[in-house]
């Protein structure tokens, strides 16, 4: 199913299948995912809980925050969303200590259960169609005083790459998700940065992005002819160039902590 939001159409059988492809690859390539589980861990530590009794993960992926989160807060119950089903295999290790159990399929379609003591997600909700709706489904799923910690990215996330081939998906702005939080949620933060990653040479880039799955945008292929990755390479040396030679990629993540009235 291809829907548009905003600019950009989102196909998302197509980021099932990037994702997919690259699961083998995921863990050891995703730097930006790594250092968004600390942070996002970082905002939960700071609520002082020590345990949660069901836990929801939607776009679980690979099992690496689930794993991240199993291994320093107790957890009785896990709940395991993604849209394909192999994930059933990754996800086999997120837990050595709870219940593990999982739902597959869309997560704007399926039914996700109630009464969850925490909802977390890392860097999945840019690819929904209507996260504004998804929000307000999220917490309508948690418990009075559960807690909802996700990450998303905002409008710079990739802006090298989508500059010089107008790909990309369409992010929503901080201020349009706190607006859509305060619509369901009583309490919740909502904090941005910019984490720039550094790369070798602009080809290192481009292999970054495949074997992160990240660019499942339906655009179609055959996007790289040979003279159109020759201009990308020169044009991206060029204009986002460090003072060691290489080239650089910004992330933009969003960390989002609200809890249930």
Known sequence: ?????????????????????????????????????EALGGRLRGLGLQSFGRVLEVGCGTGGFSRYIDERWQVEHWTLNDLHPAIQEAGRFASRKAKVSYLIGDAEQIDLGRGYDLIVSASALQWFHDPRAFLKGLSERLRPGGVLLLSTFGVSNL?????????????????????????SFGEYSVEEELYPLEFTSPREVLLHLKHTGVTGTADGGGFWTPSKLRSFVQDYQERYSTPSGGVHLTYHPIYILARKD
């Not at 199913?1 to 197509?14: C, L, N």
């Not at 790459?161 to 349009?176: C, D, I, M, P």
């Open 1 to 37: 199913m291809v829907e548009k939001r905003g600019e950009q159409q989102i196909d998302k059988a197509r980021v099932s299948a990037r994702f997919r492809a690259s699961a083998a690859s995921y863990d050891s390539c995703a730097i930006a995912q790594q250092y968004v589980y």
């Open 159 to 183: 802006y090298e790459f989508k500059a010089l081939t107008s790909r990309g998906l369409s992010y929503a702005e901080r201020g349009e998700l706190e607006t859509w939080l305060a619509e």
